[in-house]
Every structure is written in structure tokens, then in C-alpha cells.
């Protein structure tokens, strides 16, 4: 009788010690997944903010519109002769302003480009900067907008843009003979209607 009271009370005490090891092993593994848990979601948080870019509100400016195969003028060429001369920085005098379509073939997707033709110390000089053409065939100027810069050298009167499908890729001098270049640079942006306000844009604003 002792004995099997004795057995009983051993297999209550070792079914209470196997609970509260079990209840032990059950808050330690909760505490460790939460902690888990915990630790991805900073991770994920802090590589969040350190990956994240800051995102450009568009700051298109209207130019002019396609219609056919014509540019209609939105903003006066003479309104962007002061810009055009700013953005050279240089000192060169622009007197003629201008869209131009860029398409090799037809089976290129037309790009156009906003163009000023302008003279420094005798050196004919010309700038490009590309437009967006909007799904209603509007014609935008960004500061994303690509710049393309030829200046001619010694023996060149004048520089063509050169272009492959409806980009454009360089200059060449109209005489093509040689030593008679001209110089190309590009760059990514452009600044050419920082702080301007176009008298378009006015009209619009007190309308």
C-alpha cells in the first residue's frame, strides 16, 4: 500500500514537473519568435529608410503642340532667347530659337527638341534640349530634359546635330573636310527655365 502510494505521489510530482518544464520551454520559445519578429521588422524598417528615394514631382513646362506633322508655338521664340543665353553662361548671343523633329526612319518613334542657334566670339554655337511629347501630342520642356551643346571649331562656319534613330549622338561640321570639326557636349539636365515665369503662363494664371 505504501508503495503504490508512494509510486503515485512520484507521478503526480514528475507530471508536475514535466508541466512546468514544458510551460517554461513554451514562454522561452514565445519570448525568442517574438524577439525574431522584432528584429525583422527594425531590419525591414531601417532598410526601408536607407533605401528609400525621395520622389520628383514632374516640373514640365508647355512649349507647343504637334499637330500633323506642324509645331504649333505655345511660348514666343523671342520669350526664349534671354533663357537660352543664361543657360550658355558663356557669353554667347543666341538670335534664333526653334522645335525640330528628330527622325531618321519611319519606322523611328519622332522625338523633337527644343534648339537654339546662337554666336560666340565669332564661333557659330547651337544647343539642343529634348522635349517630352505628351500622349495628346503636347510638347513639355523638364529640367530632366537632356542638353546637347556644338560649338564649331577653326574652318567651320556652321555644326549639324548628328543623330541615330531619334536621338542625338554628336556634331559634324556642314564642310566636312578635314580639320574642320566641332565640339560636342551633353549633359543630363538642364536649367533653362529655372525661375522664369513664361507670359503664356501668366495669361493662364489670371484667367
Known sequence: MIKNNFARLSSVHLSQTTLLLLLLFFVLATSACSRREAIREESEI???GVG???VQTY???LMGQVVFDTVEYVVSREELLQPFIREFGDGTVVDKVM????????NDKPAYYLVALGIRSGSFRSM???LDL???????LSSSGSKHICQSGVGCNFCYFTFSGNRITGC???SRAP???CSHKFSERNTLLKDVTLRSERRRSEN
Open 46 to 48: 531601417g532598410e526601408e
Open 52 to 54: 528609400e528615394v525621395p
Open 59 to 61: 516640373d514640365g513646362r
Open 99 to 106: 522645335i525640330r523633329k528628330v527622325q531618321e526612319t519611319k
Open 128 to 130: 539642343a534640349l529634348e
Open 134 to 140: 505628351a500622349s495628346d501630342n503636347a510638347l513639355y
Open 172 to 174: 559634324e561640321c556642314e
Open 179 to 181: 580639320g574642320n570639326n
